[in-house]
């Protein structure tokens, strides 16, 4: 088992262009998370998905942020036409629910977006 | 959300037990306590979680107030490697997301 990976792990772009992060949650996992993280702050719940479906998205993911998890397994988020106060780290969680169980989830490293 | 309440920063020294505490006066019958750490350039580590009942694992150990209201993460014999931010959170049954707070920083001394 390999855990979460992300990437890149760093990313630096011009205000107004387009990134794209990836997130690969470990297999098997049936929910992947995003959250974004600025400098001194906890993490803060962007969007969610169980297996392709997504369930829920945070009011902080403007119409610019888009989350796709085609097929269930990775998952990628795109933001358009970067703004510096998007400038942030991305963070990627999985978890596997089982019944009656709560849900754990285990992050990857990030990807620290660093906008122009 | 159900709030927590925790202690900006803590410092300890190497080898000696740490008691991390946490406030959560406005819990639920069914929500779960949760605690992760950050250590520095990393995404959040799972450390424990409970529901009403002390808890133990190999990482720590989670005491739980009988009226749920607080809580307390131990870390028995802290070595360099613990220093991170301490998030205490509560998992509302049924819900998805963790909520963060701002969490402790604990700094570890040699």
């Known amino acids: 088992d390999t855990g979460v990976s992300q990437d890149p792990r760093h990313k630096i772009t011009k205000r107004g262009q387009n990134v794209t992060f990836r997130c690969d949650p470990i297999?098997?996992?049936?929910?992947l998370y995003w959250y974004r993280q600025t400098l001194g702050q906890g993490p803060e719940f962007l969007t969610y998905?169980?297996?392709?479906?997504?369930?829920?998205k945070s009011r902080l993911l403007s119409d610019r942020f888009s989350a796709e998890r085609p097929k269930g397994s990775f998952s990628t988020l795109e933001i358009q036409r970067t703004e510096q106060g998007d400038s942030a780290m991305y963070l990627c969680?999985?978890?596997?629910?089982?019944?009656?169980?709560?849900?754990?989830?285990?992050f990857g490293p990030g990807t620290r977006l660093t906008v122009l | 959300d159900a709030k927590t309440t925790q202690p900006n920063s803590m410092e300890s020294n190497e080898e000696e037990p740490v008691h991390l505490p946490c406030n959560h006066s406005?819990?639920?019958?069914?929500?779960?306590i949760h605690w992760y750490r950050q250590l520095p350039s990393q995404g959040p580590e799972y450390v424990i979680h409970?529901?009403?009942s002390n808890v133990n694992n190999r990482m720590a150990s989670l005491a739980i107030a009988e009226d749920r209201k607080s809580s307390t993460l131990i870390l028995h014999r802290a070595t360099l490697r613990d220093a991170a931010v301490y998030y205490c959170?509560?998992?509302?049954?049924?819900?998805?997301?963790?909520?963060f707070g701002q969490g402790t920083r604990l700094t570890i001394n040699p």
């Open positions: 959170i509560l998992q509302i049954q049924g819900a998805q997301k963790l909520v």
């Open positions: 409970g529901l009403t």
């Open positions: 998905f169980q297996n392709e479906a997504q369930l829920e």
């Open positions: 406005t819990i639920s019958g069914t929500d779960y």
């Open positions: 969680a999985s978890s596997i629910v089982l019944a009656g169980a709560t849900d754990t989830q285990y």
């Open positions: 297999s098997e996992h049936n929910r």
